[in-house]
Nanobody, 119 residues
């Protein structure tokens, strides 16, 4: 059974930094694109950043220049370095991965980690 487990969410002051991690575990044959999404109260879940297995990245305009996504394929882990945080970055952050497991191809989600930014 595949699991994505996020960590690193916390309360931080505006202008501060946080690093989120998401580790995939289970009977994974191939871990393809991975990404981070976020959902604030009353808003739709939105893509924050994504990264292919080969390292090609994509960012939402609202986080370009402040957030950096990276991955460690040996550890099946994706990271999100968040700098210059703003109150509008506060949300539950979810990890997402497209992968091939023993059960077949699928898209998996983590349980979410809360990021709170105080002004």
């Amino acid at each position: 059974q595949v699991q994505l487990v996020e960590s690193g969410g916390h309360l931080v002051q505006a202008g501060g930094s946080l690093r989120l991690s998401c580790a995939a575990s289970g009977s994974i044959f191939s871990l393809n694109a991975m990404g981070w999404y976020r959902q604030a109260p009353g808003k739709r879940r939105e893509l924050v950043a994504s990264i292919t297995r080969g390292g090609i990245t994509n960012y939402a305009d609202s986080v370009k220049g402040r957030f950096t996504i990276s991955r460690d394929n040996a550890k099946n882990t994706v990271y999100l370095q968040m700098n210059s945080l703003k109150p509008e970055d506060a949300a539950v952050y979810y990890c997402n991965a497209d992968l091939v497991a023993s059960s077949g191809y699928g898209t998996y989600w983590g349980q979410g980690t809360q990021v709170t930014v105080s002004s």
